[in-house]
C-alpha cells in the first residue's frame, strides 16, 4: 500500500499520500449497505470483492449499512424467518456485532472510514447501542487498525505529494449515507442536480441507501484566478447495496421492490500528465 497519514480537521477526514510519481496509483473499494447479518446478503461477493481489495492494496470507504438489524423484538420491519440461526438468541445485537468482528477482521487494516447508515441510526435510537462505535472499535482495537468511524454524511479530503514539496490538486469527496425512499422511476438520480448546487467544492460525490448503481458526470465550467476559463467534472455515484431482496414474501415483498443493483464501486487513483486522475468501475 502506498504511504499515507491520516488526520482529523474540523470536518473532514483528511488522508495524504507522500511519494507520488510516474506509475503511481491507488485502488479504494466504495461500499455500502452491506446488510452482512441478513440471510440475503451476498457474503461470498463481499468476500470476493474484499480479497481483492487485499491483494489490490485498496482502501475501504463504506457509507454505512454495514449490518441490518432489522430482527430486535421491537423493530416493527423484522421478520424471524429471515434471522440466521446464530443470531436467533436473547443478545441478539451483541452476537451480530461480535460476529460482524470476527468476520471483518482480516480485512480491517483495510478500512480506512466506516459510516454509519439509518439501519445503524435507528438501533441507536431506540435500543439506545451504538453499532456503528462498537464495531469499529472492536475491529481497531482486536485487529491494531485505524479505522475512522464516519457519520452519516461527511467528507474525505485526498491530498497528494511528490518527493520534496510539490503537491497536486486535492481530490474532495462528500459521501452521504443518503436518503429517501427506493425512487423506481428516477432511480435518485434527479438528486445530482440538488448537490452539484450545494456541494461546489466537491470532486467526487458518493451516497448509498437506496440499493441503485449508477454514475452521472457532470461537467462544469471554471475560471482560474487569472481570468482563464478551463473544465472540470463532479463525479456523482450511487453505490449499490450486497443484499438481494426478498422476493416473494415479508417486508421488501410487501413494499413491492424491485430487483436492485448489487455490488460495490473500484475507484482508482493513478497519475497521469502532471495530476492524480480518478476512474471508476463497478465491482460485480
Keep these: 500500500m502506498n504511504p499515507y497519514t491520516i488526520r482529523e480537521a474540523p ?23 452491506r446488510h452482512w447479518d441478513s440471510k440475503y446478503s451476498d457474503r461470498a461477493m463481499q468476500k470476493r470483492h474484499l480479497d481483492q481489495a487485499l491483494e489490490r492494496n485498496a482502501l475501504i470507504i463504506d457509507l454505512g449499512d454495514v ?23 436473547d443478545d441478539y445485537y451483541s452476537a451480530v456485532i461480535q460476529d460482524a468482528i470476527d ?28 453499532p456503528t462505535r462498537l464495531l469499529v472499535a472492536g475491529l481497531n482495537d482486536r485487529a491494531g487498525a485505524n479505522i475512522i468511524r464516519g457519520s452519516y454524511n461527511g467528507w474525505v479530503k485526498l491530498q497528494f505529494r511528490a518527493s520534496g514539496r510539490k503537491s497536486f490538486p486535492a481530490v ?14 428516477t432511480r435518485g438520480v434527479i438528486s445530482t442536480n440538488r448537490r452539484a448546487v450545494y456541494l461546489p467544492d ?10 441503485s448503481g449508477w454514475q452521472v458526470p457532470i461537467p462544469r465550467e471554471r475560471l482560474t484566478d487569472q481570468g482563464s476559463v478551463y473544465v472540470d467534472e463532479q463525479m ?29 464501486v473500484w ?16 465491482a460485480q
Design 172 to 185: 474532495n469527496i462528500y459521501y452521504s449515507h443518503g436518503s429517501g425512499g427506493s425512487s423506481p422511476v
Design 103 to 130: 468476520w471483518f477482521e482480516p480485512y480491517a487494516k483495510n478500512w480506512l472510514l466506516l459510516a454509519e447508515g439509518n439501519h445503524e441510526t435507528s438501533v441507536k435510537r431506540h435500543a439506545e447501542i451504538d
Design 267 to 282: 475507484m482508482r487513483l493513478y497519475y497521469h500528465d502532471e495530476r492524480v486522475r480518478t476512474e471508476f468501475t463497478f
Design 11 to 33: 470536518d473532514a477526514t483528511v488522508v495524504q499520500f507522500d511519494e507520488v510519481k510516474s506509475g503511481w496509483q491507488q485502488w479504494f473499494l466504495l461500499s455500502s449497505d
Design 202 to 211: 466537491a470532486n467526487v460525490v458518493l451516497s448509498g441507501h437506496i440499493h
Design 236 to 264: 456523482h455515484i450511487s453505490v449499490p447495496t450486497y443484499k438481494r431482496g426478498a422476493r416473494r414474501s415479508g417486508w421488501e415483498a410487501e413494499k413491492g421492490f424491485a430487483p436492485t443493483p448489487i455490488g460495490a
Design 67 to 89: 449490518l441490518d438489524l432489522m430482527q430486535g423484538r421491537n423493530d416493527r420491519r423484522g421478520s424471524k424467518s429471515s434471522i440466521r440461526p446464530e443470531h436467533n438468541v
